[in-house]
């Protein structure tokens, strides 16, 4: 059985957040699609394959995981490490504007690629390969006057939906069941493009004592019931192949009623991804007015511009002397 509660996306098959619910066990689930969006992303930069698709990977993840909360402003998902990729970022809005960029070294990343082959280990999506030791961090900002919610994990496992599951593990206490993909798909007239996807079944505790539809339910599963019912959802979901995830001819509809069909699959409302920047001419207006002037004549390009380029989108902002001079009158006033 497949319910469908909410309208408006409804047609919407990419480029979007799904939730469910897996209906005779009261599990909490979300699938992520993106197309277009992520295309979009990795395209702006010339990063070996291996680098964007572990950036898809962390998008898709950023996006499952910022649909598990209840939040207004910007979900991170940000991996430090002292591997050939020593950066990833990854954040989406609570409006579902996502963005996202890695820093990674070309010279090392050849080597490990290269050390890799030649031991027969692949580096494709390798935490190990590609990252090293590090750590995983999940960070919700909702404004000056808020506190900020952060969540650190020590990058553990071979992928990084290992990682993910490994804090909802051992810091959350959640039982979750992660799968994530990103490749490059073939277009029926020629040419590729990037996809990427996610899916996610949780467990979530009761809160605050009033325990929801989902919750009763699972509740009144006798403890066998509930440990053969997990366990079987885990082993459908982690039978889902990449290419169900990430085709664009089978729809997360159809997916998610081909996995758990015999458990019944409610699914609602989806959420718009957009692949959006938050950069702007005034944010680095702001950024260059802190500086001395000497800096910012130090930071000039051969023609004499101050260029500042966003990490995310590429976009660069120019600041010939007469822009420099407007900032400096600006703050003097």
């Known amino acids: 059985m497949t319910a469908y509660a909410g309208g408006g996306l409804r047609g919407v098959t990419d480029d979007m957040l799904l939730p469910f619910q897996i209906e005779s066990l009261g599990l909490r689930g979300r699938m992520a699609r ?10 702006r930069h010339d990063y070996p394959e291996p680098v964007a698709r572990m950036l898809g990977e962390a998008l898709a993840l950023a996006v499952l995981l910022a649909g598990a909360l209840k939040y207004d402003g910007v979900f991170t998902l940000q991996i430090q490490s002292d591997g050939p990729i020593s950066l990833l970022v990854a954040d989406v809005t609570s409006d579902g504007h996502l963005r996202g960029y890695a820093q990674f070294d070309a010279e090392r990343f050849a080597s490990a690629a290269a050390a890799r082959a030649q031991s027969g280990a692949g580096i494709e999506r390798s935490v190990p390969g590609l ?20 969540g650190i994990v020590e990058l553990t496992g071979a ?19 992660l799968k994530t993909a990103c490749e490059r798909v073939a277009l029926p007239g020629g040419g590729s493009v990037w996809r990427a996807a996610g899916l996610m079944v949780q467990r979530m505790p009761a809160e605050g004592g009033s325990a ?19 366990r079987r959802i885990v082993i459908l979901t982690s039978s889902a192949r ?92």
Request: with cysteine.
């Open 242 to 333: 990449n290419e169900e995830l990430l085709a664009p001819e089978l729809s997360p509809h159809e997916l998610l009623f081909r996995l758990f069909h015999e458990d019944g699959v409610r699914v609602f409302e989806p959420h718009a991804v957009t692949d959006r920047c938050r950069c702007s001419r005034e944010r680095v207006d702001a950024v260059l007015s802190a500086q001395p002037r000497a800096e910012l004549d130090d930071m000039k390009e051969p023609d004499g511009a101050v260029v500042v380029t966003c990490q995310f989108c590429n976009r660069a902002y120019r600041y010939d002397d007469s822009d420099l001079d407007a900032l400096a009158d600006a703050t003097r006033h």
């Open 212 to 230: 929801s539809e989902a919750d009763r339910i699972w509740q009144s599963l006798t403890e066998d019931e509930a440990e053969d019912g997990w």
């Open 159 to 177: 992928t990084l939906a290992d990682c993910a599951h490994t804090y909802f593990r051992d810091s959350e206490q959640i039982e979750t069941c």
């Open 131 to 150: 990252l090293g030791a590090g750590y995983l961090a999940f960070t919700v900002d909702q404004g000056a006057h808020t506190d900020r919610y952060q």
């Open 34 to 43: 993106l197309g277009g969006e992520v295309d979009a992303v990795l395209q």
